[in-house]
């Protein structure tokens, strides 16, 4: 029983050892895409990769243009690859700065919060309570992270 | 020195020994085949100053199949792409390198397409837009022709979305791969039965609009040794005749002709760098797992001397999976094998790091590989080197 209870806990601290480290590792991306010195307590973040999965990422942006108005809606775009692009899209979007973030040193990409396909990220009370790849094939990402954008 | 250390000095001595080994191997077969893959020049594409040179989904050559065609030459090759930052579709001359033709396609144009998975054009007045879940007849003006939707009750199943899985239109039948939604199941210790494997490709009549599934994924997967999404994707491109096309997957070492949905022939084309792939791990991130193993991707066709290029997609060390240089971790180098007309590989070669099948193509005997290093250095202008087979000379 005793054996077992130690078990139970080792993997409780490894699983909040990883989520602390999802955790630290996004704030400390962000703090460096955007120095606000106090990110919102409440928020939902649209990570994008530049070169990706175009489908996902796609079906996220349409996701993300229903609530682009919302102050509690960010969106990040990363993983850029062409500086022409990059410089293309800060010009389209002077005017909605504030909710708009250019990962231009990839940053997002080093700290290993995204590879290929786009993350949805939702932040509650100051602590992450979802974070998930968009892959093509899983339709409940999206779902479910509706379901928090839109309760 | 304490034993501990002794032994384990002996042992990685051991291992890099056999790895030296097997790597002096691979480069002696390499160096064995009768033929060479020479950079005989370089090729390249102007853009205008709002267009960024990373195709959406799409590039390649295509001629007109129209002798009466009103905007594309009959037999002229013409390379296109898809901004991504436009969404225009572009045509360019292939010999002047001049930009002839621009539609847009997304946003704002005439026909709002997004994301368009693929795009095949015929002539000005017959393009293929794949755009999930449709299938879209269009013209040269944009107007809508036809609208198929490729969803099937018995089936589950998206298209590509990937620049590099080509699908092909013969006669008035469009063949592609899709993305199976079962593989690989979202539960890894899930066996899949015979039933689940069947329907790699996916054949969609354009004028009849049936469709159906046919060709299987590998059996290898009833054991339940699975490998990562990406691993299952058909590719496709035209051989011969108009009636056949040559078929790949990315962990098969055979390619295979069909014709009308049948296997005609079935060949190897095997690289001498791996025998097989290790199968996914729960630990292991999909996308990982493609880029950390080795694997085929797509294959062309040249006509004018009947040689099949495959490409070969080389790992990507696991220290450079995070590296924030995009070009270095998610452009995995390639190697090119050479398949003659009677199906004899004739060589085997690792390109230089700079060249990269997001944008290749076929024309007049020559392959053409974008060269990622000089497209990225100089974006006003989409870089090529222009590659030829020929026979190796033996002092």
């Excluded at chain 1, 990570?47 to 996701?63: F, K, N, R, T, V």
Aim: with cysteine; proline share 5%; aromatic share 14%.
């Amino acid at each position: 029983m005793v054996k077992r209870f130690l078990v139970f806990n080792i993997f409780l601290t490894l699983l909040c050892g990883c989520e602390n480290k999802k955790h630290d590792n996004f704030y400390e991306a962000l703090t460096q895409i955007n120095p606000e010195p106090n990110p919102p307590d409440n928020a939902f973040y649209f990570i994008m990769p530049d070169l990706g999965c175009s489908g996902c990422i796609y079906q996220a942006m349409e996701l993300y243009k229903k609530h682009a108005l919302r102050e509690d809606v960010y969106i990040i775009f990363t993983s850029y690859i062409s500086k022409k692009k990059l410089d293309l899209e800060i010009a389209l979007f002077p005017h909605l700065a504030d909710n708009i973030f250019f990962d231009a040193k990839n940053v997002m990409v080093e700290k290993e919060i995204l590879a290929y396909y786009p993350v949805l990220l939702a932040v509650e009370d100051g602590k992450i309570i979802f974070m998930r790849d968009m892959q093509p094939t899983d339709e409940v990402v999206l779902e479910e992270f509706k379901v928090l954008l839109e309760p | 020195m304490s034993y501990f250390f002794q032994k384990s000095f002996l042992s990685i001595l051991s291992i890099s020994l056999v790895l030296m080994g097997c790597t002096n191997s691979t480069e002696k077969k390499l160096e064995n085949f009768s033929h060479e893959l020479v950079l005989e020049g370089y090729y390249q594409i102007p853009l205008d100053s709002v267009t960024d040179g990373l195709p959406y989904g799409y590039s390649g050559v295509f001629r007109s199949n129209n002798p009466n065609d009103s905007i594309f030459e009959y037999g002229k090759d013409y390379f296109q792409f898809i901004s991504n930052s436009t969404g225009e579709w572009l045509v360019y001359d292939l010999a002047t390198s001049n930009n002839i033709f621009r539609l847009k396609l997304t946003g704002d144009g005439p026909v709002r397409f997004a994301p368009i998975n693929a795009f095949i054009p015929k002539n000005a007045d017959s393009i293929l837009v794949l755009n999930f879940p449709y299938v879209t007849l269009i013209n040269h003006k944009g107007e809508i022709l036809k609208n198929i939707n490729a969803l099937t009750p018995e089936k589950l199943g998206q298209f590509i979305p990937q620049s590099y899985v080509l699908p092909v239109w013969i006669d008035d039948v469009l063949i592609t791969g899709i993305m199976s939604e079962n593989l690989p199941p979202n539960d890894l210790r899930r066996k899949v039965d015979m039933e689940e494997l069947i329907g790699a490709i996916m054949y969609i009549d354009i004028i009849t609009e049936e469709k159906s599934f046919k060709h299987e994924f590998s059996d290898q997967y009833l054991n339940g040794n699975y490998l990562s999404t990406q691993m299952y994707f058909g590719t496709l491109y035209e051989f011969d005749s108009n009636a056949t096309a040559i078929l790949g997957y990315p962990h098969s070492d055979s390619l295979f002709i069909i014709e009308g949905g049948k296997v005609k022939t079935q060949f190897q084309a095997k690289s001498e760098f791996f025998n097989s792939i290790p199968p996914i791990t729960p630990k292991l991130k999909d996308f990982d797992h493609y880029r950390i193993n080795y694997c085929y991707r797509s294959h062309f066709y040249d006509a004018k001397n009947k040689i099949i290029y495959r490409v070969v997609s080389l790992p990507i060390a696991e220290d450079n999976l995070d590296n924030p240089d995009i070009t270095i971790s998610r452009f995995k180098n390639i190697a090119i094998i050479a398949v003659n007309e009677k199906f004899e590989k004739v060589a085997e070669i690792v390109l230089p790091e700079n060249f990269h099948d997001l944008m290749a193509f076929v024309s007049d005997g020559k392959l053409y590989l974008w060269d990622k290093e000089k497209s990225f250095s100089d974006e006003d202008n989409i870089h090529f080197g222009v590659f030829e087979l020929k026979d190796k000379i033996i002092n």
